[in-house]
């Protein structure tokens, strides 16, 4: 057996164990098999079985008492432990988060989850205050909010834990610090094109597909548009989710001169300027101001006001896509240079500090559990970051577009903040000035000064 394999089985050993004692499966005053029968039950060495114990032992959930064998505690808390969990509003309806609370609390009656719903803004601060106080034990955590933890030094707030090797294992890399994971992924999306096969048909138009550039998009957007009906395309071009992906599909990326400073001008990333430009122009054509953040696009699109949007697989579970009132497809983003898109991963962190961590640890292993996964896979359109669950075939609930498994032929083009090369603040700086090149009030000389001078 490999050191990798032995570790496994450790783990293996452990985690059932742990999971045996919280559920109420071992109850208080029983004792274990012994360190020898369980050598046996998960094939490793005494050493190893030791060494997984004496992890039980620090959690509080075992004492080992000399000669006689291992014994279950009573719990640190009362019967019942309380795990405080901290999660975005929007993951109600992404991941059905309630019917998944309500089945853990099933399997798990002596575990209570006490739900803290939160919003996006500030998350940092609200967080790290709440888990100061001791009012949070797990919190869900997009990698765009992993990143701000790192940059303001607060990821030792997260217990490190063990990748699954069942995951994509691109979705692990996002919460990867120093060899460690930092939070467990729990479902992502690719950045794609929704759009309405009704309108595509009636006006005479193909449906788009992976080799479609952004002009031919353009050019569909504007024979599907319908004065004071429709518009062929929509997207709030100015969310963080949204225009980075014209920079990624630039091929290149932002780079130090040789002076220490950001160059711009003369790259290929003035393409993705333009094309940012182009876009917002098109939309300047019809009325503005039609959303003031990434949902308002969906609404539109739903209600049959435009054809076609730039979302993801997460966005559109705030409608009723499982009943809608017409057929939607999806299709790859159309692209510029390169062929990519953005991915947008949601994980689950445990609180380092954490009074009831063996607690937070159970309920996180559920949620990333197949059972879980697969209510997530059955009950929205968001994908599992789980790969057996993601592409379980069987009977629907409802309605999904025919090209749902779109998502496994494009992993090629995923890419991440992390790919442009700057930080969460430097993306803040970057799209103050772009906008006022985008809005037609700055030159490209004048846009590309500043924006090497802000970054």
């Not at 992993?411 to 772009?434: C, G, I, K, M, W």
Request: overall charge neutral; charged content about 25%; some cysteine.
């Amino acid at each position: 057996m490999t050191k990798k394999q032995l570790e496994t089985a450790q783990e293996e050993m452990t985690s059932r164990i742990r999971e045996d004692i919280l559920s109420g499966k071992l109850t208080y005053g029983e004792f274990l098999p012994s360190e020898r029968t369980l050598s046996q039950q998960y094939g490793i060495n005494n050493k190893a079985v030791r060494q997984g114990l004496d992890i039980l032992v620090s959690e509080q959930l075992i004492e080992k008492i000399p000669r006689v064998g291992n014994k279950i505690v009573k719990p640190a808390r009362t019967a019942s432990s309380v795990v405080q969990f901290a999660y975005y509003n929007s993951l109600v309806t992404e991941a059905v988060m309630e019917r998944l609370i309500a089945d853990f609390q099933q399997l798990y009656p002596h575990i209570r989850i006490r739900p803290v719903p939160i919003g996006p803004n500030n998350y940092f601060r609200t967080t790290t205050q709440l888990m100061d106080q001791g009012a949070v034990d797990v919190l869900s955590i997009n990698h765009s909010g992993f990143r701000g933890f790192k940059e303001l030094g607060g990821t030792d707030y997260f217990e490190a834990s063990e990748p699954d090797p069942d995951m994509y294992p691109f979705l692990t890399e996002a919460f990867m610090l120093n060899g460690q994971l930092k939070v467990k992924p729990m479902m992502f999306s690719p950045l794609i094109l929704c759009y309405n096969k009704n309108h595509f048909r009636e006006s005479g138009l193909p449906e788009p597909d992976g080799s479609w550039r952004w002009k031919q998009l353009f050019e569909a957007a504007e024979k599907l548009t319908k004065k004071g009906e429709r518009l062929g395309f929509y997207c709030h071009f100015l969310s963080q989710n949204r225009w980075p992906v014209f920079f990624l599909q630039s091929g290149a990326t932002f780079q130090r001169n040789e002076r220490g400073t950001f160059q711009i001008s003369g790259t290929a990333l003035m393409d993705g300027l333009r094309a940012g430009r182009e876009l917002v122009m098109m939309q300047n054509r019809n009325p503005l101001l039609l959303s003031e953040n990434d949902s308002d696009a969906e609404k539109l699109f739903f209600s049959g006001k435009v054809s076609t949007i730039m979302t993801t697989y997460i966005r559109l579970n705030h409608f009723s896509v499982l009943n809608p009132e017409f057929a939607f497809d999806l299709a790859p983003l159309p692209y510029l240079h390169e062929p990519r898109t953005l991915l947008q991963v949601v994980g689950l962190a445990i609180y380092s500090r954490s009074a009831v961590k063996p607690g937070a640890k159970c309920f996180v292993d559920y949620m990333t559990s197949y059972r879980a996964q697969l209510i997530i896979r059955q009950r929205t359109l968001s994908i599992p970051a789980l790969k057996e669950a993601a592409e379980w075939t069987g009977a629907e609930i409802g309605y999904r577009p025919s090209r749902f498994y779109m998502y496994r032929e494009i992993t090629p083009t995923y890419r991440s903040f992390d790919d442009l090369n700057l930080s969460q603040d430097q993306l803040l700086r970057f799209v103050r000035e772009a906008k006022l090149y985008w809005s037609g009030i700055e030159t490209e000389e004048g846009v590309c000064q500043r924006l090497e001078e802000v970054l």
